[in-house]
């Protein structure tokens, strides 16, 4: 079985940063494309970011030039830096692949940034 278990989260002040960590196990981690999702209070869940198993990366209009997602094979794991975070990023963060065929969610971490 698939387990996804994200890290890093807290709260931090506007024009903070922050980094998220994804632990991936129960799957050949390398060959999947990977992306790291948030969901607000109220709100749908949306995709943020991607990386592909070469590193091409990808990014929602909202977080580009703020955040990177990056990804180790050899640990299994997958990143993001955030940086200049605004209030509008305050939500729970996932990581998930970026395709129909979800595993199943983990807990994720809670992001919340104040003004």
């Known amino acids: 079985q698939v387990r996804l278990v994200e890290s890093g989260g807290g709260l931090v002040q506007a024009g903070g940063s922050l980094r998220l960590s994804c632990a991936v196990s129960?799957?050949?981690?390398?060959?999947?494309?990977m992306g790291w999702y948030r969901q607000a209070p109220g709100k749908q869940r949306e995709l943020v970011a991607t990386?592909?198993?070469?590193?091409?990366?990808n990014y929602a209009d909202s977080v580009k030039g703020r955040f990177t997602i990056s990804r180790d094979n050899a640990k299994n794991a997958v990143y993001l830096q955030m940086n200049s975070l605004k209030p509008e990023d305050t939500a729970v963060y996932y990581c998930?692949?970026?395709?129909?065929?979800?595993?199943?969610w983990g807990q994720g971490t809670q992001v919340t940034v104040s003004s």
């Open positions: 998930n692949r970026p395709s129909t065929q979800k595993w199943f």
């Open positions: 129960g799957t050949i981690f390398s060959i999947h494309v």
């Open positions: 990386i592909s198993t070469d590193g091409n990366t």
